[in-house]
């Protein structure tokens, strides 16, 4: 009875460990971040590298935008600090990762997730939503409840906790930004550049050969 007892209390321990870090369960041994890491979470993790001696710029890039008042505003702004953070190098967002952990109260792996594991929460994530019928009408009058691009509209990248979640609990894993894996070169799920109906984004990988507008990230944690 006593180890019973030492066992649920590290589980609810674990469980309230996670939720605040807000990262969802999605099996019994990974958590998934439930949002795209942000501008403002990004920004925390750059006074960690300033305070060990390196030089923030060697992880995100400034430039990828194409419009100057992105350049100027994006990060820099106090507006944009929810939205999620882009121009970041894959040695970035793994360095983030192993952070991320550091300043956990769980043990566990922290990292990128893999293609499958995205995968998994681009198709499963959608099934048995308490919102799917209204999805399906939503998109004879909108774009969608994601955030892809349009024909008829021009779309930017949105908050980080824009658009609604799936049944974990994890928002935008198939729009908005593409995510790395943990594969270097290679993301997953369509961003505000593609256009929604253009591939299935449950299977599409992506490439990238360099720090991108369209590209961010989260971690996981696998225990």
């Not at 992105?70 to 040695?91: D, F, K, M, Q």
């Not at 994530?125 to 691009?149: I, V």
């Not at 270097?184 to 599409?204: F, H, L, R």
Request: charged residues 25%.
């Amino acid at each position: 009875m006593k180890n019973y007892h030492i066992i649920t209390f590290f589980i609810l321990f674990a469980a309230f460990s996670f939720k605040k870090m807000d990262m969802a369960k999605i099996t019994s041994n990974l958590y998934m971040d439930k949002y795209e890491v942000t501008n403002a979470d990004w920004k925390s993790f750059e006074k960690h590298l300033i305070n060990e001696g390196e030089n923030p710029e060697e992880y995100r890039k400034n430039d990828v935008w194409k419009w100057q008042p992105y350049i100027e505003h994006y990060y820099s702004n106090i507006a944009y600090e929810a939205y999620p953070v882009v121009g970041v190098t894959y040695r970035g967002a793994k360095k983030y990762c192993t952070w991320k952990g550091s300043q956990s109260e769980t043990s566990g792996t922290f990292r990128l997730p893999t293609f499958a594991e995205i995968q998994y929460q681009i198709q499963e994530g959608e099934q048995g939503r308490k919102w799917e019928k209204w999805e399906k009408r939503a998109r004879k009058w909108t774009q969608s409840l994601y955030n892809f691009s349009n024909e008829k509209i021009d779309h930017v990248v949105a908050p980080s906790k824009a658009y609604a979640d799936n049944k974990f609990g994890v928002y935008n894993i198939k729009g908005n930004v593409s995510e790395m894996t943990e594969v270097e070169g290679q993301a997953a799920g369509g961003s505000w550049t593609n256009i929604e109906d253009d591939k299935d984004w449950a299977t599409q990988t992506q490439t990238y050969d360099a720090p991108s507008d369209w590209l961010g990230f989260r971690c996981v944690c696998e225990l």
